[in-house]
């Protein structure tokens, strides 16, 4: 069965020229980094300013494709165009916590998920980021 990992040079390489103009018009990799972390605040934000509009938890399904879009972007941008480097790895790892949480908390403001549930959900993805990051650590000490 095929998993998302066996997927990704595919989407990586529908992404490629749109990667490739980015970079030609000076778009760095932090900025997209910094945008998918904006997207998924205001699209929290939006959920937990206005739940009792429902529909905007479709939101969510979009904007997590389009993070995953984005990251790959940043990735691409930073691996293939000489991006690359500390602050960006740090940037990357901090913006996709904040992502998850703008994307995970506003779940608290429905009664039906119970807000303590919601936060031990959110505890737990900045763990496992955290458990990654660790990761990265012990492999460059």
């Known amino acids: 069965m095929p998993t998302l990992y066996a997927l990704k040079p595919a989407f990586?390489?529908?992404l490629r020229p749109l990667v490739n103009r980015l970079a030609a018009i000076g778009v760095t990799a932090n900025?997209?980094?910094i945008l998918a972390a904006a997207m998924s605040i205001a699209a929290g934000a939006a959920?937990?300013?206005?739940h009792e509009w429902r529909?905007?938890?479709?939101?969510i399904p979009v904007v997590m494709f389009v993070r995953m879009a984005l990251n790959a972007v940043d990735g691409m941008l930073a691996r293939e165009h000489g991006q690359a480097s500390t602050l960006g790895m740090y940037l990357n790892e901090l913006c996709?916590?904040?992502s998850?949480?703008?994307l995970i908390l506003p779940f608290a403001v429905f009664p039906e998920f119970g807000a303590w549930g919601v936060v031990a959900f959110a505890i737990s993805a900045v763990l496992t980021e955290f458990a990654g990051v660790l990761g990265i650590a012990a492999k460059n000490g």
């Open 12 to 14: 990586q390489g529908r």
């Open 31 to 33: 900025s997209i980094t």
């Open 47 to 50: 959920i937990a300013i206005r």
């Open 55 to 59: 529909w905007l938890l479709l939101l």
């Open 96 to 98: 996709d916590v904040v």
């Open 100 to 102: 998850d949480l703008a």
